[in-house]
Nanobody, 116 residues
């Protein structure tokens, strides 16, 4: 099993920045891809960004140029630097980790609120 703990959410004004962190523990040697999803009230959960163990990244079009995902493999941690935040970025952000045998683990989520 893999356990994921997110931190760094909070309230920020539009145009501001936040940095999310997610620390993985457990059977961490099996982790391949890590990343972030988000779910706004009334909306489906959506991909924000992912990064593989080889540091290949993928972003949702809505966050390209504003968000940066990075990974510290030595500390089993993934980060999401969010700049130029917009009210529509308000959501619960979930950390994910996908293992080499195809299982995806989810964190409990951290709330990001962007005020206009």
């Amino acid at each position: 099993q893999v356990q994921l703990v997110e931190s760094g959410g909070g309230l920020v004004q539009a145009g501001g920045s936040l940095r999310l962190s997610c620390a993985a523990s457990g059977i961490i040697f099996s982790i391949n891809t890590m990343g972030w999803y988000r779910q706004a009230p009334g909306n489906q959960r959506e991909l924000v960004a992912t990064v593989t163990s080889g540091t290949n990244t993928n972003y949702a079009d809505s966050v390209k140029g504003r968000f940066t995902i990075s990974r510290d493999n030595a500390k089993n941690t993934v980060f999401l630097q969010m700049n130029s935040l917009k009210p529509e970025d308000t959501a619960v952000y979930y950390c994910i980790a996908t293992t080499t045998y195809g299982m995806t683990h989810w964190g409990k989520g951290t709330l990001v609120t962007v005020s206009s």
